[in-house]
Nanobody
Framework: QVQLVESGGGLVQAGGSLRLSCVASSSIFKISALGWYRQAPGKQRELVAAITTGGSPNYADSVKGRFTISRDNAKNTVYLQMSSLKPEDTAVYYC????????????WGQGTQVTVSS
């Protein structure tokens, strides 16, 4: 079983920045597509940003130009740099790793809370 551990969440004022990190316990990370999702109270979980094994990023329209996803395969870590934060960015942020190795796999972290005050 692969474990994903997020860190870096917290309370920040609107306009501020945070960097989330997600460390994987297995080198399967290196062949995985990675993503950051978030879930606000009363809302469905949504994809915020994703990055392919080759390093190509994609972003939700709501965070384009403000968030940057990156990966460091040597450290089994994926990052989410968040800038110009807004109160509507408040949510629990989850890390995801998925792919296929003999069978399909899909792993999630436990989540880290991000709260943006106005």
């Amino acid at each position: 079983q692969v474990q994903l551990v997020e860190s870096g969440g917290g309370l920040v004022q609107a306009g501020g920045s945070l960097r989330l990190s997600c460390v994987a316990s297995s080198s399967i990370f290196k062949i995985s597509a990675l993503g950051w999702y978030r879930q606000a109270p009363g809302k469905q979980r949504e994809l915020v940003a994703a990055i392919t094994t080759g390093g190509s990023p994609n972003y939700a329209d709501s965070v384009k130009g403000r968030f940057t996803i990156s990966r460091d395969n040597a450290k089994n870590t994926v990052y989410l740099q968040m800038s110009s934060l807004k109160p509507e960015d408040t949510a629990v942020y989850y890390c995801n790793a998925h792919g296929t190795l003999f069978r399909r796999y899909d792993y999630w972290g436990q989540g880290t809370q991000v709260t943006v005050s106005s």
